[in-house]
């Protein structure tokens, strides 16, 4: 599967941003999601994930309260809808796709648990 992220942008302390991830190439509905992000001189971090049913998620404690993710099988896309952006969450995010089938919190929020990367969208939150 082929992923492509958008969305990303510059914006204010406060602001809200909505990244999408865009999949072609197979049945995104067999691939669970996550997204990542990555700051400046910092590692990849786990930022939120969903099962492909949408039936579990999970998100970093970071984000958590501030973040939703989402999926549409139908339309082959997967979205994290940011809210109360801060300037720590400046970074690249990048969706990732996964076909292990496990719900097992420290597996899927694992960078290397995921096969396919897309190739990120900036986001840069100014204070």
């Known amino acids: 599967v082929q992923l492509q992220a958008s969305g990303g942008g510059l914006v204010q302390a406060g602001d809200s941003l909505r990244l999408s991830c865009a999949a072609s190439?197979?049945?995104?509905?067999?691939?669970?999601m996550g997204w990542f992000r990555q700051a400046p001189g910092k590692e990849r971090e786990f930022v939120a994930y969903i099962s492909w049913n949408g039936g579990s998620t999970y998100y970093a404690d970071s984000v958590k309260g501030r973040v939703t993710i989402s999926r549409d099988n139908a339309k082959n896309a997967g979205y994290l809808q940011m809210n109360s952006l801060k300037p720590e969450d400046t970074a690249v995010y990048y969706c990732a796709a996964t076909t292990s089938r496990t719900v097992i919190r420290m597996i899927v929020t694992a960078a290397g648990t995921y096969d396919y990367w897309g190739q990120g969208t900036q986001v840069t939150v100014s204070s």
């Open positions: 190439g197979h049945t995104f509905s067999t691939y669970d």
